[in-house]
């Protein structure tokens, strides 16, 4: 599946001066959300490769 021009179309998280976590990788974000769609299941499905669970579904409510 091809998502690169998605991704370039979402803008990056805002970088906190405090630090904290890394960015996830958008790419595997939109692949989640993606898998999520297209089979039907339920958020506690999804797979580890798509990065955390609550992190894509966030991605996925915005």
């Known amino acids: 599946m ?3 021009w998605l991704c370039e ?3 990056d998280p805002a970088i906190s001066p405090k630090g904290g976590r890394p960015p996830a ?3 595997d974000i939109i ?5 999520i ?3 039907g299941a339920k958020w506690k499905d999804l ?4 990065g955390s669970r609550s992190t ?3 991605w996925f409510k915005k």
Do not use: C, K, S, T
């Open 2 to 4: 091809q998502v690169g």
């Open 9 to 11: 179309r979402i803008p």
């Open 25 to 27: 990788e958008m790419r």
């Open 31 to 35: 692949h989640g959300i993606f898998w």
């Open 37 to 39: 769609l297209d089979n």
């Open 47 to 50: 797979r580890a490769r798509f």
């Open 56 to 58: 894509v579904h966030r």
